[in-house]
């Protein structure tokens, strides 16, 4: 019996004990579980940086800006460095393949297009193999041209790398020059790590910095037309074998969204830096360089757009020369010149005939306020010689370009641009006075000479005649054998 009690103890236990798991996992599937999500909620945080303030419409009289679920975005006016739109445009993040951009920049400033490109094992194998590549193999090679479309259309992350080798000896020291390239493009938030734009806690830029660097790759006519190449065909060589083609993702490019004016640009994505995208397009004479960084798909082409249609929507570009009138330029002291008009500049300084600034189009030339500096850049220098001046004009202390001022009487190049800009003729008196001055000596010389001339002639003629009267009276003088003759 005690046996059996036991027994029956155990079973009963047992039986308890089931029932009492069982009860229990009834109980736990019954409650409501919230499970946290292994990745965050990209939607919600796109909301909350949508309403993240605008600094560019901190400006009064400035049209409004959009607002975007971007980070951080600009929009630049490349021809005279206009900000139109600003947001968060200093914050540093991360740029991911639009860093490629900076590299087919500096692979065209430092190498020939016909340069053969090989690919070496740190080229190849230094990324990941399902990263993005149009996938070179060791030892392989095409030439730079191919590879800029090879990086700029199918973003080929080996193919930046093997750029890079080729442009500087190593993949490290092409990223020196990334950063000194950086620095000379007036980038203050960039910190290059790698060529392609690879995640890297190390490796980041801002939008401005990136519009910055844009602004130089746009300004290439052969990048504009490779950075804007919707689809490249590869042929085998006997140093590529293999025949295909690359499909550009920019949407923008490829006309899957349609707008007027696309000249070019470059997408990007990882992990952290979600969807970033530049963009160059022209259209009623201004050219605007579009940033989107930290974006989520697909806005960040409908961000773009947006931006773009604000831009071109709101804003015109004026001349200066033909629209300002505030200043004098022939105040004496302005300038003086050693090869002016009795030692004043008079109306040979003129603003540059095409310089122009950006104005929201409900606002006038005369809404700005100018300063005037001179002290020029080096690309100024380099671009206008005879320069000596600029004026920096900025509405509402939002800066909007620059003038510059010219001596258009410094040479004969800069002298032929004035009269065409003022049809005006300029007459230096000093040199006129000089002129008339050497005629007169001349004819005076001219004059001598020829008096000379006809008395020597006169005075030979005199001679002649005296000779010839004397020998004829010595003729009838002569006798022949007593005969006077």
Not at 34 to 46: H, L, R, V
Not at 73 to 96: D, R, S
Not at 260 to 272: C, D, F, P, R, V
Request: negative net charge; proline residues 4%; contains cysteine.
């Amino acid at each position: 019996m005690t046996l059996e009690k036991n027994s029956i103890n155990k079973k009963n236990f047992i039986y308890r004990v089931s029932a009492a798991l069982i009860a229990i996992a009834i109980g736990i599937c019954s409650v409501p579980v919230t499970a946290k999500a292994d990745t965050p909620d990209y939607a919600a945080e796109a909301a909350e940086r949508k309403l993240l303030p605008i600094q560019s419409n901190d400006t009064p009289g400035w049209p409004e800006g959009p607002e975007i679920p971007a980070q951080a975005a600009i929009l630049l006016e490349a021809n005279t460095g206009t900000i139109l739109y600003a947001k968060n445009i200093h914050e540093e993040l991360y740029p991911a393949s639009t860093t490629k951009i900076m590299t087919c920049l500096l692979a065209v400033e430092n190498a020939s297009l016909d340069d053969k490109i090989t690919f070496s094992n740190d080229a190849v194998f230094s990324v990941p193999h399902d990263g993005s590549s149009i996938g070179m193999d060791v030892g392989e090679s095409i030439t730079l041209e191919q590879a800029l479309y090879g990086i700029m259309v199918g973003s080929a992350n080996e193919v930046a790398n093997a750029v890079g080798e080729h442009v500087s000896g190593s993949i490290d020291a092409f990223v020196d020059l990334m950063n000194d390239r950086a620095a000379e493009l007036g980038c203050t938030n960039t910190h290059f790590n790698n060529t392609n734009g690879l995640q890297d806690d190390n490796h980041y830029t801002s939008a401005y910095d990136l519009a910055m660097i844009a602004r130089a790759f746009f300004a290439n006519e052969f990048l504009c037309k490779v950075g804007n190449t919707p689809r490249y065909h590869f042929t085998p060589t006997s140093t590529q074998p293999d025949d295909f083609y690359l499909n550009n993702k920019h949407k923008l490019i490829t006309g899957e969204v349609s707008y007027e004016g696309i000249l070019g640009g470059k997408t990007g994505y990882t992990g952290q830096a979600r969807e970033t995208l530049v963009t160059c397009a022209e259209k009623n004479g201004m050219r605007l360089i579009c940033v989107v960084l930290k974006d989520e798909s697909p806005a960040q082409f409908s961000d773009t757009v947006t931006l773009f249609d604000y831009g071109f929507n709101n804003f015109r570009p004026v001349n200066v020369a033909d629209n300002d009138d505030r200043y004098m330029p022939d105040d004496s002291l302005f300038f003086e010149s050693e090869h002016d008009v009795f030692g004043s500049s008079g109306t040979i300084l003129n603003i540059r005939k095409n310089d122009k600034i950006i104005l929201p189009k409900t606002s006038d030339i005369k809404d700005t306020t100018y300063e005037i500096s001179y002290d020029l850049t080096d690309a100024q220098k380099a671009e206008a010689p005879y320069a000596l001046a600029k004026v920096s004009y900025s509405f509402n202390n939002a800066p909007v370009g620059e003038a510059l001022i010219c001596y258009f009487g410094k040479t004969k190049a800069a002298s032929t641009e004035a009269a065409v800009a003022t049809r005006t003729i300029y007459i230096n008196i000093k040199l006129v006075i000089i002129a008339a001055f050497a005629l007169i000596i001349l004819a005076t010389i001219i004059q001598l000479i020829i008096s000379q001339i006809i008395y020597n002639h006169t005075h030979a003629r005199r001679n002649d005649r005296i000779r010839f009267n004397r020998r004829k009276k010595e003729t009838n003088g002569l006798t022949f054998k007593g005969k006077k003759f």
